[in-house]
Every structure is written in structure tokens, then in C-alpha cells.
């Protein structure tokens, strides 16, 4: 029977936190720099801890007004310096709850950014591994992300999309595009499951690509998060899908 985890970005301050993370395996939450703030990183922690889903770190660029969404080239020791930073302060959080940080996923510009460029990629991977080996790096499936956190014995999970169209070379179509959202539910969750049982993607040049899903990710900041997210969660059940959290510890 196919497992896997079902992760959403949360903490952003979009309002659907409560119900959305009690359809998730795994919460990748903000960590106060790209969005959030120290009392809504306790709450989301108290309701990840509340619904038994893993603990994440979702660290982004200093950039509040973009979101985190637009590129920023800064030194390596900066990156490192903001990666580990960030952690640190919701692992905190975390522990203080009662709870365990168990996984890494950058946000936004700093994970596509990351998952085109090795030396970045190298450099978030050596700040989750030097707070702590045993967390897992989530990244990009098939990506510099993936690849450059193995190469140092990092654990990573290889993350797909259920709302983001792909490129035939595997990357995300950017958000400029007119074409990079999925905003049909049932469209989504059927490229959802053939990314997990058939392991492939239809590109937007329509044609099937080789993908590797380990945690598919649903963005908290769409407008249709929860229902998508019922619906994913429906037709893996419907498909024999087991849906469980990857555990860092």
C-alpha cells in the first residue's frame, strides 16, 4: 500500500490554520521573517501538537512586503545566518510546547532559488545539518535541493505540488505564468495520485515527466486550501493511499 505525507505552509497568517491542519500530515510553518510573528508560530505549534502532525520549519528571506516570493542574492554566511536563525527560533517554540521540530522546508524564492542553484542549495543544506543531523530537508523532487543535502548525509524528502503546473524539465512553472496555478480540486488531486502510484507528472508542454513523491505540498495561502486538501484526502483514501507524517526523529 503507497504512504505518503501530506504537508501544507502554515503560519502565514491566512486564517485557515485550524482546519487545515487537521487534513495534513506534516506543517511547514513561518518562522516570523517572510510572514508570521512569535505568537503565531505558538499557536500553530500548539494546534500541530494538537492534531499529532509533524513540526516543520518553513524559513524564507527577510521580505515581508514580497511574501519571501522575489529572488535576493546574499553571501552564503547571510543565508546560513537567516536558515539557522529561523529554525532555531521556532525549534524553540517547539520544544517549549511540548513538541519536536522534525523537518526543514524553505519558503518561496530561497526553495526555487535553492533548488536551481547547487551552491545555494549546499549552503541551506549544511545550516539544517550543523543545527541538527537528524532533521529532514524537504526540497524540490529532483532537484539541487534533493541532491546537494544527500551528498552530506542529510535526510531529505522529496517534495512534489499538488496546486503547481511543472515545466517538462521538472521545475515548478513560476508563479508569473498564467498557467502555474491548479485551482480545480479534482484536477490537482488527480495529478496528485499520479505523481504517488505512477510516480510521473503531466508537464505543461503535455508531456509525462519521471517525478519522485515523497510529501506533496498544499500552498495554505490559496484561496481553496481546505477543500483541496479534503479532496486530496479523500481520494488517497479512496485509492489506498495511507497518509503518515516522515519523522525526522
Known amino acids: 500500500m503507497p504512504v505518503i505525507d501530506l504537508n501544507c505552509d502554515v503560519g502565514e497568517g491566512c486564517g485557515n490554520d485550524p482546519?487545515?491542519?487537521?487534513?495534513?500530515?506534516?506543517?511547514n510553518i513561518a518562522c516570523g521573517v517572510h510572514a508570521g510573528d512569535i505568537d503565531t508560530m505558538r499557536r500553530t505549534v500548539d494546534l500541530?501538537?494538537?492534531h499529532d502532525v509533524a513540526i516543520g520549519?518553513?524559513?524564507?528571506?527577510?521580505?515581508?512586503e514580497n511574501f519571501g516570493r522575489l529572488p535576493m542574492?546574499?553571501?552564503?554566511?547571510?543565508?546560513?545566518r537567516i536558515v539557522t536563525d529561523q529554525i532555531a527560533t521556532l525549534s524553540e517554540i517547539a520544544r517549549s510546547a511540548g513538541g519536536q521540530l522534525g523537518h526543514v522546508k524553505p519558503h518561496g524564492a530561497l526553495y526555487n532559488q535553492s533548488a536551481r542553484d547547487p551552491e545555494l542549495a549546499a549552503t541551506i543544506a549544511s545550516a539544517v545539518s550543523e543545527f541538527d543531523s537528524k532533521i529532514i530537508l524537504f526540497g524540490l523532487s529532483g532537484s539541487h535541493s534533493i541532491t546537494e543535502?544527500?551528498?552530506?548525509?542529510?535526510?531529505t524528502a522529496s517534495e512534489v505540488f499538488a496546486d503547481r503546473t511543472y515545466q517538462t524539465d521538472g521545475s515548478l512553472t513560476p508563479r508569473s505564468k498564467p498557467n502555474a496555478l491548479i485551482h480545480d480540486d479534482e484536477a490537482a488531486s488527480t495529478q496528485v495520485l499520479d505523481m504517488i502510484k505512477y510516480g510521473r507528472v503531466r508537464s505543461v508542454d503535455a508531456i509525462m515527466i519521471p517525478i519522485i513523491a515523497e510529501t506533496v505540498c498544499i500552498h495554505g495561502d490559496s484561496e481553496k486550501a481546505v477543500i483541496l486538501a479534503r479532496t486530496i484526502k479523500s481520494r488517497l483514501a479512496d485509492s489506498g493511499v495511507t497518509i503518515e507524517a516522515i519523522n525526522g526523529r
Open 19 to 27: 482546519e487545515l491542519i487537521g487534513l495534513v500530515s506534516s506543517a
Open 48 to 50: 500541530a501538537i494538537k
Open 57 to 64: 520549519a518553513h524559513p524564507g528571506y527577510p521580505d515581508r
Open 73 to 80: 542574492t546574499l553571501s552564503a554566511s547571510e543565508i546560513k
Open 149 to 155: 543535502a544527500q551528498k552530506i548525509g542529510l535526510r
